[in-house]
């Protein structure tokens, strides 16, 4: 079973600093990683993705992909109150697996105000 | 651009009836997935369809099932409803499936309850 994994949290932050998510993937095929957002309530909203090793950001957003060692990672910078919500990490489509995505089962981020 | 509709919003059942849920992708997108989202297990692949048929399939009883229009518009359906399918139902779409690159975009899911 091809798995993607995620720290549950909560993580809590103060407003103003960095929060940082990670996700570990166990699919080496996997090519492709992506970063949602869910409010309480509310349905997953793309907020990144990455295909390369390296960092790439967008805004307070910066993902950064480690494939050696199988490691993704979404840093937001100048938390704010309204970034509290669950981040989800999913992985796909794979070379080697046969589902399109795989989604971790989020990380619950708090940022106090 | 409108986003990815699910009908209907909410939907209470009893046990051992049968639901129809609804997915209309994003203008454009011809590739559906539905998931199951539970506190517990998280997000749960169902299945994928592309092109009316279905491509890709998630560990889940045959009691779950879909299809694709030509339009490529989604139903799933769930017959003999148990009260272990209470979950939000979600359903995404992205252009096509082939190769990487392909974010999808979800739609604001189905909450089914069962009683």
């Known amino acids: 079973q091809k798995e993607v994994e995620q720290n549950s949290g909560p993580l809590s932050v103060p407003e103003g600093a960095i929060a940082s998510l990670n996700c570990t993937y166990s699919d080496r095929g996997s090519q492709s990683f992506f970063w949602y957002r869910q409010y309480s309530g509310k349905s997953p909203e793309l907020i990144m993705s990455i295909y390369s090793n390296g960092d790439k950001e967008d805004g307070r957003f910066t993902a950064q992909l480690n494939k050696a060692s199988q490691y993704v990672s979404l840093l937001i910078r100048d938390s704010q109150p309204s970034d509290s919500a669950t981040y989800l990490c999913a992985g796909g489509p794979s070379t080697s697996g046969t589902y399109k995505y795989i989604f971790g089962t989020g990380t619950r981020l708090k940022v106090l105000a | 651009k409108a986003g990815v509709t699910q009908t209907p919003r909410y939907l209470i059942k009893t046990r051992g009836q049968q639901v129809t849920l609804s997915c209309s992708p994003i203008s454009g997108h011809r590739s559906v997935s539905w998931y199951q989202q539970t506190p517990g297990q998280g997000l749960q692949f169902l299945f994928e369809y592309f092109s009316e048929t279905q491509r890709n399939k998630g560990n889940f009883p045959g009691r779950f099932s879909g299809r694709q229009f030509s339009n490529s518009r989604s139903e799933m359906n769930v017959s003999t409803l148990e009260l272990g399918d209470s979950a939000l139902y979600l359903c995404?779409?992205?252009?096509?499936?082939?190769?990487?690159?392909?974010?999808?975009?979800f739609g604001d899911g189905t909450r089914l309850s069962i009683l």
């Open positions: 995404a779409s992205s252009l096509t499936p082939q190769g990487p690159n392909q974010p999808q975009h």
